[in-house]
């Protein structure tokens, strides 16, 4: 009833040349309603794909990729941008900030494909900046911030509207432990807040007590689901 995503039997192919690399091997899998989940796996285990199929930014070779009753697999590139643009959020380990823009100005970016007034924005991203706590720092570039300040604006802009889904591709891969720990807390705490769904891609056994449940990857298959005492955000 509460299913917010659901993937039925999704299988991703690549042709190198002569041979087929198998991504994804008949994934099934149902996400709910402000769920938090950690997909875990080693590098090659399908967990960046998997999530590059939720997003709609790679087609399956197979299967369905359903929210919220939209197939997402048959969506075309200009009702996909749409649709994120309303419902999807990233954090990335490398932060992809545009390095001309501010923190103010990289946050308040994405609000524009929303027709939403420059006024509205700003103040938006204002708030949002204050709320990961860079309210000194709205007018910093990117080179003018440590790694940890850069990743709280790229949390930001994940955040400031309001989507339904945040993806968080690696997002601790580049912080120190300490700050692992001050950006996990952050991004569990503002979904919870938010009533949204988290979906955190990684590779480190210290994140997975953030998920209610850790989905464990090997060679593109679901080796076991793990149902956890959730450490950050929700109960």
Do not use: W
Request: net charge positive; charged share 25%; with cysteine.
């Amino acid at each position: 009833m509460n299913d917010l995503i659901v993937l039925k039997n999704l299988s991703k192919v690549y042709k190198m040349g002569d041979e087929k690399i198998h991504a994804l091997n008949d994934i099934n899998l149902k996400i709910s309603k402000e769920e938090f989940v950690c997909l875990l796996g080693t590098s090659g285990s399908g967990k960046s794909t998997l999530l590059n199929m939720m997003a709609g930014l790679e087609k399956p070779t197979k299967g369905k990729i359903i929210i919220e009753k939209h197939h997402v697999e048959k969506m075309n590139e200009k009702q996909l941008a749409q649709f994120r643009q309303l419902n999807i959020g990233f954090v990335f380990q490398s932060y992809n900030l545009i390095p001309t823009l501010s923190a103010l100005e990289n946050v308040s970016l994405g609000l524009t494909f929303r027709g939403i007034s420059r006024k509205v924005r700003d103040r938006m991203a204002k708030e949002m900046l204050e709320a990961v706590g860079l309210g000194t720092r709205l007018h910093h570039k990117p080179s003018e911030m440590s790694g940890g300040q850069q990743q709280r604006v790229s949390i930001a802009r994940a955040f400031v509207g309001r989507p339904k889904i945040v993806f968080a591709d690696e997002p601790t891969g580049n912080l120190d432990t300490k700050t692992t720990l001050e950006v996990m807390d952050l991004i569990t705490n503002m979904a919870k807040e938010n009533k949204q769904t988290l979906i955190i891609v990684t590779h480190d056994v210290e994140i997975s007590p953030y998920g209610h449940r850790v989905i464990y990857l090997r060679d593109g298959s679901i080796e076991k689901i793990v149902e956890n005492q959730i450490k950050g955000g929700a109960e």
